[in-house]
């Protein structure tokens, strides 16, 4: 797959598009067993990023993985994901436990190119991926029930390209899109059994370790 990280908005916009040529939103050929959480965090010059691997759907974690390098690419909506990839997949190569199925601090398709962060990583990668943000990036939706497991259609552009799910009963929704490699309704379960709180388990395990890992790095500078 085309691993080259762009110097500029031109190249990351080809990028894009070839990225986007190889997407594929298509029904997992297995049960899941192990699954991660990915997250980053920005520092000043630097990316943290880390990978939280889970047994499914015990919630049992297996392993965790973190990278840091100074951030290149510069802050631009819509190419977020430039930012910070190549920490996210420095830090994923370093798996021992190829996770099947990576749930991502972020957007799937529910983008304005259609190429969020589990998107990009998804295809890139080769793995079955999920997006879930706190906040809405595109689209409109109407708000759904207030109990644990309703959720309501992101429309985007005429087409549903993600869900706002209640992952707890009273508790604002999450927005779940496909990445890659898997379907909106296993997204939607899957984020639904991984979630105690809010903020389905991988992930929120992933920020906590990012959000470790920055202080411990703010107090030996």
């Known amino acids: 797959m085309y691993f080259k990280w762009p110097e500029s ?15 594929k939103i ?15 965090i920005f520092t000043k010059n630097h990316t943290i990023s880390v990978v939280v691997v889970l047994r499914y759907p015990s919630m049992q974690v297996v392993e965790e993985a973190h990278h840091m390098a100074k951030t290149v690419f510069p802050y631009v909506p819509g190419y977020l994901s430039f930012r910070e990839g190549p920490t996210l997949v420095s830090a994923i190569r370093k798996l021992k436990h190829p996770p ?6 972020g957007q799937g ?7 969020g962060i589990a998107t990009h990583l998804g295809v890139l990668l080769g793995i079955p991926s999920i997006g879930c943000a706190k906040s809405r990036l595109v689209g409109s ?11 309501s259609p992101l429309i985007f552009e005429g087409k549903t ?29 899957i984020v639904l059994k991984c ?5 389905p388990e991988p992930i929120r395990l992933a920020d906590r370790l990012t959000r ?7 107090s030996t500078s």
């Open 212 to 218: 470790k890992l920055k202080a411990s790095l703010s």
């Open 26 to 40: 298509k029904r997992l050929p297995f049960k899941p067993k192990i699954i991660a959480g990915a997250d980053s």
């Open 141 to 151: 939706y109407e708000m759904p029930d207030e109990n644990r497991g309703s959720w």
């Open 161 to 189: 390209v993600g869900a706002v799910l209640r992952t707890r009963t009273g508790v604002k929704p999450v927005f779940v899109s496909p990445g890659h490699l898997i379907t909106l309704k296993e997204a939607i379960e």
């Open 109 to 115: 398709i529910a983008h304005p190119k259609g190429l």
């Open 195 to 199: 979630s105690r709180y809010r903020i």
């Open 100 to 105: 099947d199925v990576i749930l991502f601090d």
């Open 9 to 23: 908005i031109s190249e990351a916009r080809e990028i894009q598009r070839r990225l986007r040529a190889s997407l």
